[in-house]
């Protein structure tokens, strides 16, 4: 059974900072491609970061020179450094893995900037 389960959302003041991790179990996460994706209210679902799985790495301009995507293959784990939040980060963060086979979503975790 396929799990991906994210953690370290919260609720943190503008300029903040979180580390968001997604964990899988039930795939060889090594060949997944890895992505974050948020939603907020009456917004559509949005790519926030990608990473390949070569270590190859692509950022949404909004997000660029703030949030760091990385994974750890021994851990099965992918990460989302996000530093100087803005309440426009506000939003429910999703991790996908996928190959051209399969694509697999968890359940997300709320993050909320605000002061």
């Known amino acids: 059974q396929v799990q991906l389960v994210e953690s370290g959302g919260g609720l943190v003041q503008p300029g903040g900072s979180l580390r968001l991790s997604c964990a899988a179990s039930?795939?060889?996460?090594?060949?997944?491609?890895m992505r974050w994706y948020r939603q907020a209210p009456g917004k559509q679902r949005e790519l926030v970061a990608a990473i390949t799985s070569g270590g190859s790495t692509n950022y949404a301009d909004s997000v660029k020179g703030r949030f760091t995507i990385s994974r750890d293959n021994v851990k099965n784990t992918m990460y989302l450094q996000m530093n100087g939040l803005k309440p426009e980060d506000t939003a429910h963060y999703y991790c996908?893995?996928?190959?051209?086979?399969?694509?697999?979503w968890g359940q997300g975790t709320q993050v909320t900037v605000s002061s």
């Open positions: 039930g795939i060889r996460f090594s060949i997944y491609a």
């Open positions: 996908n893995a996928g190959t051209v086979m399969a694509s697999y």
